[in-house]
């Protein structure tokens, strides 16, 4: 392919940068199955101490990052969890949740900002005691950036108002922040503010921070102990995966002060599309990070 090309399909067809190659030939590399790739070491430290968390665990996908933190939160047979009808965890990871990890989903309805409201997620809420017949909620999960929503961020404020309802009852939070580092930029917030509510996190280095491969999870020591064994499990132990967090550790530290640009960009590619007669797009063209949807009309 030319060049000359930009292809804005989607932020995950991005390529590593020339210091990211350079960085991947150079690594220092080990087991990482047995937890001697120093690289991958030096990734997972950056990440759990940027989020705030006690560790963090680098996974091949966005997918099994997601799928391992489900099966962990709900690992009693039996177990539920609440999350958005328009997430990407329902929609698009072939029911995983369901299929491999046995979990039973409830879902609300996302709304167009990518919130799922208080009262929809309370109401579906089952702390079953006493009662054989009911599935018992373990987990609720969030998306942000959203998006099938277009990029819609959540609010450090509507997160805090989710965490609190979860105490409550006794439920853990999932993120699913595959763009965790899109909203940080948009929202001004640093990454720890942004996720404390949160028992779990999964984020993606792969999408607009442009590494080749990688996603990250972070939680408590315990957590991620589990997580390591569950990663195994599911064939995601990857050896001399130093190569690949090399590249993802430049990701962590050049490319989320270059977003604000991609969301400027995005916001003026939505302008001038709106002006293209033919070409349908969000009216309020409320492009709030990197995701621009329209289609085309055909007379
Ligand atoms: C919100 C969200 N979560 C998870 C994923 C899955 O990531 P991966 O493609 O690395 O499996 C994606 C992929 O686009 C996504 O958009």
Redesign the pocket.
Same mark, same amino acid.
């Given at each position: 392919m030319s060049s000359s090309f930009i292809d804005l399909s989607?932020?995950?067809v991005t390529k590593p940068t020339v210091e990211m190659r350079q960085a991947m030939l150079d690594a220092e590399v080990g087991d990482d199955v047995y937890g001697d790739d120093l690289t991958v070491l030096k990734l997972q430290e950056m990440t759990a101490k940027l989020l705030g968390k006690e560790a963090a665990l680098f996974v091949? #996908?966005?997918?099994?990052?997601?799928l391992i933190c489900a099966l962990n939160h709900c690992s009693q047979f039996g177990s539920e969890m609440i999350l958005g009808d328009e997430?990407?965890?329902h929609i698009?990871?072939q029911g995983g949740c369901a299929t491999l990890a046995r979990i039973h989903s409830q879902t609300v309805p996302t709304q167009p900002d990518g919130t799922l409201l208080l009262h929809d997620i309370e109401q579906r809420i089952r702390i079953v005691k006493d009662d054989d017949h009911f599935t018992c909620t373990k987990l609720v999960c969030l998306?942000n950036?959203?998006?099938r929503m277009g990029g819609k961020v959540l609010t450090v404020e509507y997160i805090q108002s989710v965490g609190k309802l979860c105490q409550q009852y006794g439920l853990k939070l999932h993120m699913?922040? #595959?763009?965790l580092m899109n909203a940080v930029v948009k929202l001004g917030v640093s990454p720890a503010e942004l996720v404390e509510s949160y028992d779990s996190v999964?984020f993606?280095l792969?999408?607009g921070l442009v590494a080749p491969v990688g996603?990250l999870i972070v939680g408590t020591h315990e957590f991620i102990v589990q997580a390591k064994r569950l990663r195994k499990v599911l064939g995601g132990g990857m050896r001399q995966a130093g190569v690949l967090a090399a590249a993802g550790i430049i990701s962590l530290a050049q490319m989320p002060k270059l977003l604000n640009l991609d969301h400027e960009n995005a916001k003026l590619l939505a302008e001038g599309l709106s002006k293209i007669n033919g070409c349908e797009i969000d009216p309020k063209n409320d492009v709030q990070t990197n995701m621009v949807f329209f289609s085309i009309k055909f007379q």
């Open positions: 989607s932020d995950a091949p #996908s966005g997918t099994m990052g997601n997430c990407y965890m698009y990871q998306e950036t959203h998006n699913d922040g #595959s763009r999964l993606c792969s999408k996603s």
